[in-house]
């Protein structure tokens, strides 16, 4: 015997194929979620699509939700922002928002922070206390009298017209071997930005000698992964007030763009108005029965021809609004939002041999019990035996099992998006690695 769910599955469809809207709406939220039939996310987009061209507002917006995630359908951003735009128009809050979060991060429609705030303004009015934060986050610096602290200068008010000021910020303890690799790289990849390193009291002299960079120095205490991140949010969210665009990123992250696209990352930013973004995260891996041990006085990418996708490298870690940042910057109050033409380079796993070093050091790290019952950075603490598993023979056994694919992120980046979670504010991001690529000839001059 059928049960009532599948009753009203069958009543459902028949009014569906006789063209009711609503009836179409609920039989694709049922091939959602498998309730009264089999669960086909195809055929929730068939029906989603079928209401929405009715009119039918919330199938409006669940299919451009389906479209976004790449659920059910090939991805398409700009099909997903024009149903978005059809359901905003008719009122619905969460539409409304959707249409925010495409314009503030220029997913399927450039970049345009006045209309985010314009759509987060009409949910906001509507009571939505979620709007109503993003609108607060987004909201432009308020007008001071001139010369007061608080007034925004001719310039940044200008700030289209030129290229963004940047403040880029590391944070390091004795990295004698990765600190001046991160200097040299972004002052190349960023000339005219202001380079800031939290020195959490080196000891090996490394951060003795630093021109032109601006140190803050911190007495040496417990680690904990929250401290860490509630000091570099405030530093954001104050450097904001004077700077266009801040990045933070450990001291073994390094982000190109594109160099067929542009140079550095002043230009790439020049014509990227998006709100916040995370670049694509690789994982420069050790071939180590191919590869010999890295030599840092010459470029690395020369010496390592390997990378692999990491879904927890890909950190929200570009903002021109403020963020809050979680412990290990892979997630914010933010949605995940990627920028296809730039590039974070994880170095941790370049060389075996240094990875073992700076291993035996993070071991003795005094981590915070706190840090220790949360798990954060537990991969400071593997033994020798995981961390050569983990990070080398994994990634070598990958490469001779399945051998390299193209240096492509599309169904990454698409797997990264539907997966990404979003708790209480926070968007989560899932953790997964791709198969063994080749980084391609025109990054070797990268660094």
């Known amino acids: 015997m059928p049960d009532d769910h599948e009753k009203s599955a069958v009543a459902c469809a028949t009014a569906a194929h006789q063209g009711h809207a609503e009836a179409q709406f609920r039989l694709a939220v049922m091939h959602c979620t498998g309730?009264?039939?089999s669960q086909d996310l195809a055929q929730a987009v068939l029906w989603y699509r079928r209401a929405a061209e009715q009119g039918h507002r919330y199938a409006q917006y669940n299919l451009a939700v389906m479209l976004l995630r790449g659920a059910g359908t090939e991805p398409d951003e700009e099909a997903a922002f024009d149903w978005s735009v059809r359901a905003a128009e008719q009122g619905g809050p969460e539409a409304q928002i959707l249409l925010g979060d495409l314009y503030a991060t220029g997913c399927g429609v450039a970049a345009d922070r006045a209309a985010a705030r314009a759509w987060y303004q009409k949910a906001a009015a509507q009571g939505n206390a979620a709007a109503a934060a993003k609108l607060a986050a987004i909201a432009p610096p308020q007008a001071a009298s001139p010369g007061s602290p608080d007034a925004e200068p001719v310039a940044r008010r200008d700030r289209r017209q030129r290229a963004d000021t940047i403040a880029i910020i590391t944070m390091v303890y004795n990295e004698s071997a990765n600190l001046p690799i991160w200097l040299s790289h972004y002052r190349r990849m960023a000339p005219s930005a202001n380079l800031f390193v939290i020195d959490h009291s080196s000891d090996d002299g490394s951060t003795e000698h630093l021109p032109g960079v601006n140190k803050i120095p911190l007495p040496r205490d417990e680690l904990d992964e929250r401290d860490r991140v509630s000091l570099v949010?405030?530093?954001?969210?104050?450097?904001?007030?004077?700077?266009?665009?801040v990045i933070y990123t450990d001291c073994d992250e390094?982000?190109?763009?594109?160099?067929a696209k542009a140079a550095t990352i002043e230009e790439h930013l020049l014509h990227r108005r998006y709100s916040y973004a995370s670049p694509?995260?690789?994982?420069?891996?050790?071939?180590?029965d191919a590869e010999p041990p890295i030599?840092?006085?010459?470029?690395?990418?020369?010496?390592?021809?390997y990378g692999q996708f990491d879904?927890?490298?890909c950190k929200p870690i570009i903002t021109r609004i403020p963020l809050r940042w979680q412990?290990?910057?892979?997630?914010c109050n933010w949605p995940i939002n990627v920028d296809d033409d730039l590039y974070l380079f994880h170095t941790k796993q370049i060389d075996k041999d240094h990875a073992l070093r700076r291993q035996q050091l993070s071991r003795l790290f005094p981590w915070s019990s706190d840090a220790i019952a949360a798990d954060h950075s537990v991969h400071h603490r593997y033994d020798d035996e995981r961390l050569l598993r983990e990070l080398f023979l994994d990634p070598t056994h990958d490469l001779r099992q399945q051998g390299v694919r193209a240096f492509a992120f599309g169904a990454e980046i698409a797997r990264l998006r539907?997966?990404?979670?979003?708790?209480?504010?926070?968007?989560h991001t899932p953790a997964f690695k791709g198969p063994i690529v080749e980084i391609p000839a025109l990054f070797r001059a990268a660094f």
């Open 35 to 37: 309730q009264g039939v």
């Open 233 to 245: 949010n405030s530093l954001q969210q104050g450097f904001l007030r004077y700077y266009d665009v």
């Open 254 to 259: 390094l982000i190109v763009p594109d160099p």
């Open 280 to 288: 694509i995260g690789i994982n420069i891996v050790h071939i180590v």
């Open 295 to 305: 030599d840092f006085t010459r470029p690395l990418l020369a010496q390592r021809r």
């Open 311 to 313: 879904a927890q490298m």
């Open 327 to 331: 412990p290990g910057f892979h997630s």
């Open 418 to 427: 539907e997966e990404t979670r979003e708790l209480s504010g926070i968007y």
